[in-house]
DNA sequence: GAGAGTGGTCGAATCGATTCGACGGAGCCA
DNA sequence: TGGCTCCGTCGAATCGATTCGACCACTCTC
């Protein structure tokens, strides 16, 4: 049948009132008589609608209860990141409360692609990481109004951010190393910038992703001439890797490998074990983040624990202030240092 | 200041055109001349119109961009499943093309709590899994003609649906594994229900979840009363954890063991290792979703290859099937046998 | 019994853009 | 030069709901 969908409109017919009292009853908003209610109710199911179009009432109160969360990675590479996929979670939970929801958005703004940044009806915006690419659309959201937060990336000054303490946690566990003498230390890092493939970097390399630099520069604020071995991906197979090379020559194997997370960590406890190495006897292992690495019990992994999930929590409620009209404000989280069993005095030479 | 956004009227005026050619020249569904476009153009660079409001173009076309994606779980334990993240990459795929991006959703409609099927403006809405609960929302939805698919999930006769032959597939392991000879076998399923504590499970254990029975079914078509063991989640701790269980007694060790899933095939084959068992000289493991378990190697599962972003793009070109106004049509994929290094002829006595 | 307060309902304006049929003028061919 | 087509622009209606002040009929209170 050709009939629409019936409108507030209709129903308010149907039920003998006016619209504004049809659209009371939904909303809520002000008081209505029992009576009155249940008559619109009534209407409402007899002519099949099932309540105010979303569209519309977006329209018009000018909230659309969608904040996007825009990655600059494929989709898929993001949720393999458990400390993304935490920090998606206390996001979400954050912005429950503004009866609002998460839309997924691509950093590529590829043509003929999907909803973007300028196109998607957004209340607010919270960036994960922010390349070049993003800085223009970027642009056109906030002249829009709408506002943004950045969670660990830069997205110019007036973007408030919420970031963590990478440089000063990663010193922690160097230090930690330290107090339990070893010398002999090598880094595995996360990539040092995109498309980056495994391999050892130089000292003066130069690093492009925020994070990455700033852990290295904790670690080598203890020991600044750390051999450093930089990952393709925070994967336990690119530890596996990075930790093969190191432990390749036995003549020049660490007695302690830092790894900026725990994944990394992971897969060269693997390679250690491969290698013969026992850990921590042999070998200590300090992770990053603190994340539940499947499959690696019996091992608890000394690491800095991040709160990811706060960092995604912070995040919406900053959103919820700016919503309100308030000041986005910069945050910046602590990690705490977790000593697990897989650090442990160097071995006598 | 309080001088509202500039709309498209505004910007008309400013350069002397009327509304409507003020928005085609940002639609460009209609030819417009280059003189009036600039003109356009310059008027909106100085007023800082940055485009037209999704909000308002939404009610107006009808059509939000926004596709929902419910889940029955909690948003951080979706994602942790590699086969959903897959998933959702293939569906990001698919409705980018339409313009269109993904709306997380949560299926609880608790009190208060964020964006729902109901409120949010959705062009259409994919369901993973369906639980009871869903039900009388979709219905709202459904009233509203929004095209609904379901994938792994039964919401209904007329909701289509992306599905597996999960029995047909699982049973092709099982009968892999009696043509090498195994006649004692174990199967380590996923959950049987929402909220379930591993355990092990008679044979007329009532099982709620889907993808769980079907496989289970396909199991046993071919090993009528092989012991199971469900887990509580598809992790490798957990498989570790039904491992155990399964080897714990040497008298009744089974030759080998068939998991619902690769992450549980990991655990089994850690638990195996570590009762001294050789994978696959000793003992044979079976997986099922053909994913890369990260740190695995060197095995390679045995294992049924599911086409998971495959079920993700189908449901989002579903999705645009529907929304040109054709009819959603239900899809059932196959898996793919793969044989790794994993299986092997039993034992002999 | 008059004035103040109150709970509930109504009207009308508004949110901002899109769309479709109409229309005016320019170019083309005979 | 007359008729015709085609292109670009304009007007006006429309999408569906929300909101705010006005208003009305009562009920308290003194």
Not at 94 to 112: I, M, N
Not at 121 to 126: F, G, K
Request: negative net charge; charged residues 20%.
């Amino acid at each position: 049948m050709s009939t629409r969908r019936a409108t507030i409109s209709d129903v308010a017919r149907e039920a003998g009132v006016s619209p504004s009292t049809a659209s009371v009853v939904f909303s809520g908003k002000t008081p209505v008589s029992d009576a009155t209610r249940s008559r619109v109710l009534d209407a409402a199911a007899a002519l099949g609608y099932t309540g105010p179009d979303p569209r519309a009432a977006s329209l018009r109160r000018g909230r659309s209860g969608i904040v996007g969360v825009v990655f600059e990675e494929h989709l898929g590479t993001a949720f393999l990141d458990p400390v993304k996929t935490l920090m998606m979670d206390g996001l979400a939970d954050a912005v429950a409360p503004l009866g609002a929801g998460l839309l997924l958005l691509r950093d590529q703004e590829s043509v003929g692609a999907g909803a973007t940044l300028t196109t998607a009806p957004l209340d607010a915006a919270v960036l994960v990481g922010c390349s070049g690419l993003l800085r223009e659309s970027l642009a056109a959201v906030r002249a829009r109004g709408i506002p943004v937060i950045v969670i660990e990336g830069d997205a110019g000054v007036d973007v408030p951010r919420i970031g963590l303490d990478n440089r000063e946690a990663q010193r922690q566990a160097a230090s930690h190393l330290r107090s339990l003498g070893h010398s002999r230390v090598a880094i595995v890092a996360l990539p040092i910038r995109a498309g980056w493939s495994r391999d050892w970097i130089p000292g003066d390399a130069e690093i492009t992703i925020d994070v990455t630099r700033e852990r290295l520069a904790g670690a080598r604020d203890v020991y600044p001439d750390a051999a450093t071995y930089a990952a393709a991906g925070s994967f336990i197979d690119e530890g596996l890797a990075a930790g093969r090379a190191i432990f390749a020559d036995p003549a020049k194997r660490p007695t302690a490998v830092i790894a900026q997370s725990d994944l990394l960590a992971a897969g060269v406890i693997r390679a250690a074990e491969e290698a013969g190495l026992g850990v921590p006897q042999d070998v200590s292992v300090t992770g990053f983040d603190g994340i539940v690495v499947d499959g690696l019990a019996p091992y608890e992994l000394t690491t800095l624990v991040q709160p990811a999930a706060e960092k995604g929590r912070a995040a919406g409620e900053a959103v919820a202030a700016m919503l309100d009209g308030g000041e986005g404000a910069s945050i910046s989280f602590t990690c705490v240092f977790r000593e697990g069993n897989t650090t442990a005095p160097a071995p006598a030479e």
